[in-house]
């Protein structure tokens, strides 16, 4: 139990649609950091919000963006969805920006698009 | 290019019996290591991690791992697995200057039967 939680745990979508996906972080953590697992492979870092701000983004596209909210609630949302985009994503909290602080994952939420 | 490669896909195992999961990153500025472990239809829990200092680091659930700076190299061992072990295995590193993301490797599948 990481106290990290994710909602919806399932989501169907049909190409071309929009999704936002929600973490509730612990409270106190002010990095959140999204992931992307394809079925197979290992999470891809997506993106980083730091009280309220992106602070670092991986190799994907603009159609993907985010939110971090002042209650330690974040939020990813995904444009004209694409068949690629089916995959777990997870979001993962920590208090402060070191690299070596440990990052706690939520159980993810899971992305079909058909 | 900085990344991360976890050289078995699946590794069976008998109960009982010790293991070793592989994994070797390329990168040529200074690293933090960590081992995560992901269950079925779960997220991701931090086995264990190094920083600095000794370089076996022993975490959760029995596990140990050693960095090796010369061989690029920190692998995961457990001296007797369980079956309750059966899942899959991450190493991720994170490196300087990259906004502390987190680059995983593709993953190993212990597989623990009796």
């Known amino acids: 139990e990481t106290g990290v939680t994710q909602s919806p745990t399932h989501l169907i979508k049909t190409r071309g649609q929009q999704v936002t996906l929600r973490c509730s972080s612990q409270?106190?953590?002010?990095?959140v950091s999204w992931y992307q697992q394809a079925l197979g492979q290992g999470p891809q870092f997506i993106f980083q919000?730091?009280?309220?701000?992106?602070?670092g983004r991986g190799n994907f596209p603009p159609r993907f963006s985010g939110l971090q909210f002042p209650n330690y609630s974040s939020e990813l949302n995904v444009n004209a969805l694409e068949l690629d985009d089916s995959a777990l994503y997870l979001c993962?909290?920590?208090?402060?920006?070191?690299?070596?602080?440990?990052?706690?994952f939520g159980p993810g939420t899971r992305l079909l698009v058909l | 290019a900085q990344s991360v490669t976890q050289l078995d896909s699946q590794v069976p195992v008998f109960e009982e019996a010790p293991v070793e999961l592989r994994c070797n990153y390329s990168?040529?500025?200074?690293?933090?290591l960590f081992w995560y472990v992901q269950y079925p239809n779960q997220g991701l829990q931090l086995l264990l991690k190094?920083?600095?200092?000794?370089?076996l680091v022993k975490g959760i659930n029995g596990f140990e791992a050693e960095f090796n700076k010369s061989q690029t190299s920190f692998h995961l061992r457990k001296p007797s697995v369980h079956i309750s072990d059966t899942a899959e295995y991450f190493c991720?590193?994170?490196?300087?200057?990259?906004?502390?993301?987190?680059?995983f490797g593709t993953g190993t599948r212990l597989q623990v039967t009796l």
């Open positions: 993962a909290s920590r208090e402060e920006l070191g690299s070596g602080e440990t990052q706690y």
């Open positions: 409270s106190g953590h002010n990095t």
């Open positions: 919000y730091y009280r309220e701000e992106e602070n």
């Open positions: 990168s040529s500025v200074s690293v933090y």
């Open positions: 190094y920083l600095s200092g000794s370089t």
């Open positions: 991720a590193v994170t490196f300087t200057g990259t906004a502390s993301k987190l680059t």
